[in-house]
């Protein structure tokens, strides 16, 4: 009798340790997508399609929530702060690069898992229609010849089109006073202030500029990239016209807080991959103006620290880094 219940025992106690160490599948519940930006914005439009295919990929629904305020900074520290288990995730933008040296801790690239980018668009040079520049060339001849008449916009001061701008004139020896940086809520007032002549130049995404320029009242030069734009490949680069290594492109990747489990970061670089080659997801992208630019997670991670880097250089010329390290 002794020996029979022993045996029970044991066979209790082994199961007992399999089903302990036995771990199921992520996920097993749903899955938080933090959106740092808006509802209705670019942002928010990608992570909400993205996180309908995560759901047909995985079973388990991805509830996109947006948390705004602080130029992004908000919802970066929310994402960041999340328990490292894969079940709070989202959407990070290239602000990340920018806050450290500004003196803002807790949302900088070491605080996340960056699991892939799905989309980076570039910004582009923008210009009235009937301006007497014809290339990016000529307008930056026209800026050395006479400093501070040409004027440009994009967004706030500090933001990433007036980094993106003063960046290549930084490269290019140039002193980003130059051109004067003036502050507009946005690309789409800037894109208006274009069009009545209140300004020069304007610094954003050809999309955001697509408008005016389908109308006729407005020109894109050419990209403030190193990459040519699978959506507008007829563009040309800053790197390609002047010989320069400038590639501050805006991207959206999928992140998590850092110590994400490294199956979790694979399990979703792969699906990431997967969705990115999806007919219907890139259909939506390029209905908005969006491209499609895939990278894995080492490859994402090193694109970032690349863009800090030099972002940080752009501040600096500006006088708006507060901190010297990287």
Not at 248 to 262: D, I, M
């Amino acid at each position: 009798m002794k020996n029979a219940l022993a045996a029970a025992s044991a066979g209790v106690l082994a199961f007992i340790g399999l089903a302990g160490t036995a771990q199921a599948a992520w996920p097993e519940r749903a899955v938080t997508i933090v959106v740092p930006w808006s509802a209705g914005g670019g942002t928010d439009a990608t992570a909400r399609t993205l996180a309908q295919k995560l759901e047909e990929r995985f079973g388990q629904p991805f509830n996109v929530i947006n948390r705004t305020g602080g130029g992004g900074l908000v919802g970066h520290i929310t994402i960041a702060n999340a328990p490292p288990d894969g079940y709070t995730l989202g959407v990070i933008t290239i602000e990340t690069t920018m806050y450290k040296a500004q003196g803002i801790p807790g949302a900088e690239p070491e605080d996340f898992t960056l699991i892939g980018r799905f989309n980076a668009d570039p910004v582009g040079i923008n210009v009235r229609a009937d301006a007497p520049y014809e290339t990016a060339g000529e307008l930056i001849e026209a800026i050395k010849a006479d400093p501070g008449a040409i004027k440009a916009s994009g967004a706030n001061r500090g933001g990433l089109s007036h980094l993106a701008w003063a960046g290549l004139l930084n490269r290019l020896g140039i002193d980003p006073d130059a051109s004067p940086w003036v502050a507009s809520d946005g690309s789409a007032p800037a894109m208006q202030q274009l069009a009545a002549g209140a300004i020069d130049v304007v610094s954003t995404a050809p999309a955001e500029a697509r408008a005016l320029v389908e109308a006729g009242e407005a020109k894109t030069l050419a990209l403030l990239s190193g990459e040519r734009s699978e959506v507008y490949p007829d563009l040309k680069t800053t790197d390609e016209i002047f010989g320069i290594d400038w590639s501050p492109l805006p991207f959206r990747g999928l992140a998590g807080p850092a110590g994400l489990p490294e199956d979790v970061t694979m399990t979703l670089s792969d699906a990431l991959a997967e969705i990115t080659a999806d007919a219907e997801f890139r259909d939506f992208m390029a209905s908005r103006g969006f491209s499609v630019a895939y990278q894995d997670s080492p490859t994402f991670t090193e694109t970032v620290m690349a863009s800090r880097t030099g972002l940080v250089e752009a501040m600096k010329a500006v006088g708006m880094a507060t901190d010297d390290t990287q």
